[in-house]
């Protein structure tokens, strides 16, 4: 998922008022881009270019790791081997889950959270890399692994000088062998300097020429693909493409005008029914400021959550397991919705190319369902010099099987945890809210416990009659009862391997469980963490995750939510500002808080409501009523709180 990396976000936050260079100007080493700096600051200097490593074709791996040959045997150069799995890339841009470097390095620095598939890097007894250095090496990956140019935010960490930043272009992405699956790019993008914008606009394809027999769907004017892979330009923060399902034709005006984005014929007009009309460019109609599309075009060309995306960089999606496919028209017309910015200052181009990898027919067993959580999304109020936790709880049904986990949030969110069970607070003012099991530093947040446990219990084997996860007397003699007249009406959950016959043994387990009640372990129990909000985990499970059985209630389908978001504690420079704020995007939520309600200078941190409430003395004039509460919004200066994932249903 292409998002910039937190200094551009902040820079952006702040009016673009910041340069990508450390400690204001003060540097132990020049470089002319972030690749030369990982050169030199991390490949020399820990020992990778020895003879006895990565110094040329024939070393370690086959890996050429000297200056000369670096870029090009690590940037999509793929390995064939055995241990590591079919064709893997060295470095995938964009997606340091996939890329064998960042496995090897993150094992060796991060050994609790990653596993390398053959051996942690480096070798020969050298210590790990820092992490300061492993961060490095994540944001060059993520921001579209560059051979040129600057990766905003890599300087500071290794306290180096790097010139300001350029807008980057990433390698592109190398299309599917025909009759393997297909490429679909949109048009491209040009996105002024200093600018942030939330644009959607749309272009025509058609595939079916390129689509054999085998992978379409029953009715033969779909296929079905197993395998999503994408790529973009680093100035995106999201980017969705989806298929149009309203009946607006392709010549309506209401598009507005179409002119070829990319190419030799870039600007020009164009018509998109002709494939061929731009040549290596794409006919697409100009970009429109909008939120999600949502009014955009006719009116109903809105993209809602990406769901039924074709492509979504806030999910993973497709890829991991096998059995699993997706299905979309082999023709028609795409909705694009990109929100990007340029923190630089000259003009950027913005590509998107998706590769879709046709589903055999042994492939075509179980279709992707995508969801988005975003109940408690609404509920983000983080005051200023101050930091929240929300929490909440997303029941799934008997028949899900999940096989991806992720989540979506801006800069303020330092942390979103998932867990399996329904964590709640057991008694005090706040009794059965959801909330988080893990005490770990809230910043100051307020305890949604309000000082009362938070607990989930773990399902009991038998006795539970109305599955509220807690065994009790007039449940139990339930379970008697059954087990006298066989009647399991009485209580179906008193029947735990739901034979027919409710045994002594069930009887037993179940007062074990009145008497006992058991409690899951918050560790055991996290499912996800993430802390880079622009860089988002994407955990899978194999085999998939199932639920509760059959017979479960709600409660032994929840997952349980959480997010920590802060408001200048960590790092004043994330305060949120009304003089700094960018403007809302096309009227909808976000934006400069109508009426500051903290300093940000004289009285720093003191209530207010006009700049003479923040003066150090009455009548001084050094105060300044600037600070803002963090809400929901869509601008990269507001927040969200959302849970993704993807599932099937069996």
């Given at each position: 998922m292409h998002h910039i990396c937190r200094i551009a976000i902040l820079c952006a936050a702040a009016s673009f008022a910041c340069v990508a260079q450390a400690r204001g100007g003060e540097c132990g080493e020049s470089f002319e881009s972030t690749f030369e700096l990982i050169q030199v600051a991390i490949f020399e200097r820990n020992g990778c270019t020895s003879v006895t490593c990565h110094s040329s074709a024939d070393a370690v791996g086959g890996l050429d790791l000297t200056?000369?040959?670096?870029?090009?045997?690590?940037?999509d150069a793929r390995v064939e081997s055995v241990a590591v799995g079919p064709s893997v890339r060295r470095v995938v841009?964009?997606?340091?889950?996939?890329?064998?470097?960042?496995?090897?390095?993150?094992?060796?620095?991060?050994?609790?959270?990653?596993?390398a598939p053959l051996r942690p890097m480096p070798l020969g007894g050298l210590p790990p890399l820092t992490l300061a250095e492993l961060d490095v090496v994540r944001l060059w990956i993520e921001g579209g692994a560059p051979e040129n140019g600057v990766v905003a935010g890599t300087a500071d960490l290794l306290d180096a000088c790097l010139p300001p930043p350029r807008p980057l272009e990433t390698k592109p992405l190398d299309p599917p062998l025909p009759g393997t699956g297909v490429q679909i790019k949109a048009p491209m993008?040009?996105?002024?300097?200093?600018?942030?914008?939330?644009?959607?606009?749309i272009s025509y394809y058609d595939i079916t020429d390129q689509v054999p027999e085998q992978f379409r769907g029953p009715g033969g004017d779909t296929f079905r693909y197993r395998r999503i892979e994408a790529r973009q330009d680093p100035l995106s923060h999201h980017a969705v493409v989806v298929n149009y399902t309203g009946t607006t034709p392709l010549d309506s005006p209401l598009w507005g005008?179409?002119?070829?984005?990319?190419?030799?014929?870039?600007?020009?007009?164009?018509?998109?029914?002709?494939?061929?009309?731009?040549?290596?460019?794409?006919?697409?109609?100009?970009?429109?400021?909008?939120?999600?599309?949502?009014?955009?075009?006719?009116?109903?060309?809105?993209?809602?959550?990406?769901?039924?995306?074709?492509?979504?960089t806030m999910a993973a999606g497709l890829g991991s397991l096998t059995g699993i496919y997706a299905e979309a028209p082999l023709k028609g017309i795409l909705v694009w919705n990109s929100h990007a910015f340029n923190i630089t200052d000259e003009p950027g181009k913005l590509d998107i190319w998706v590769n879709l990898d046709?589903?055999?027919?042994?492939?075509?067993?179980?279709?992707?369902?995508?969801?988005?959580?975003?109940?408690r999304m609404f509920s983000l109020d983080v005051p200023p010099f101050g930091a929240q936790q929300l929490c909440g709880h997303h029941v799934v049904s008997p028949s899900t099987r999940i096989v991806e986990l992720?989540?979506?949030?801006?800069?303020?969110?330092?942390?979103?945890?998932?867990?399996?069970?329904?964590?709640?607070?057991?008694?005090?003012?706040?009794?059965?809210?959801?909330?988080?099991?893990?005490?770990?530093?809230?910043?100051?947040?307020?305890?949604?416990?309000?000082?009362a446990a938070c607990?989930?219990?773990?399902?009991?084997?038998?006795?539970?009659?109305?599955?509220?996860?807690?065994?009790?007397?007039?449940?139990?003699?339930?379970?008697?009862?059954?087990?006298?007249s066989g009647d399991r009406t009485r209580c179906r959950r008193a029947d735990a391997d739901d034979d027919g016959v409710v045994t002594i043994a069930e009887l037993i387990t179940a007062v074990r469980a009145l008497l006992?009640?058991?409690?899951?372990?918050?560790?055991?129990?996290?499912?996800?963490?993430?802390?880079?909000?622009?860089?988002?985990?994407?955990?899978?499970?194999?085999?998939?995750?199932?639920?509760?059985?059959?017979?479960?209630?709600?409660?032994?389908?929840?997952?349980?939510?959480?997010?920590?978001?802060?408001?200048?504690?960590?790092?004043?420079?994330?305060?949120?500002?009304?003089?700094?704020?960018?403007?809302?995007?096309?009227?909808?939520?976000?934006?400069?808080?109508?009426?500051?309600?903290?300093?940000?200078?004289?009285?720093?941190g003191a209530a207010c409501s006009v700049d003479a409430d923040c003066d150090s003395e009455v009548g001084e004039g050094d105060g300044f009523c600037d600070a803002c509460p963090v809400q929901f919004g869509t601008t990269t200066d507001d927040e969200m709180f959302i849970l993704l994932g993807a599932s099937y249903e069996e």
């Open positions: 200056a000369a040959g670096a870029y090009a045997e690590l940037v841009p964009g997606k340091k889950e996939n890329s064998l470097l960042w496995l090897n390095l993150a094992a060796a620095s991060l050994p609790s959270s990653w596993q993008q040009i996105l002024p300097a200093r600018t942030e914008n939330e644009a959607c606009f005008a179409f002119t070829c984005g990319g190419g030799d014929d870039h600007g020009e007009p164009c018509d998109p029914s002709d494939l061929g009309a731009c040549g290596e460019g794409v006919c697409g109609s100009a970009p429109e400021e909008s939120v999600g599309c949502f009014g955009f075009g006719p009116g109903d060309a809105g993209i809602g959550f990406g769901n039924e995306s074709l492509f979504n046709f589903a055999p027919p042994e492939e075509q067993v179980h279709e992707l369902v995508r969801f988005t959580v975003i109940d992720s989540s979506h949030n801006h800069h303020r969110g330092v942390r979103f945890q998932t867990f399996e069970g329904a964590f709640r607070c057991r008694g005090g003012a706040n009794d059965g809210a959801a909330c988080s099991p893990i005490d770990e530093d809230r910043l100051g947040a307020p305890d949604i416990c309000a000082g607990t989930a219990f773990v399902p009991p084997a038998a006795g539970d009659c109305n599955g509220d996860l807690v065994v009790r007397v007039e449940e139990l003699v339930s379970a008697v009862g059954v087990a006298l006992e009640p058991e409690l899951r372990d918050p560790v055991e129990s996290t499912l996800y963490t993430n802390i880079f909000y622009a860089d988002p985990a994407v955990v899978k499970f194999d085999p998939p995750m199932r639920l509760g059985g059959p017979n479960s209630a709600n409660e032994e389908r929840t997952l349980t939510y959480c997010g920590l978001f802060e408001n200048g504690v960590v790092d004043a420079a994330s305060l949120k500002r009304r003089s700094l704020a960018p403007p809302a995007i096309g009227g909808f939520p976000g934006g400069p808080c109508d009426t500051p309600v903290a300093c940000v200078a004289g009285r720093i």
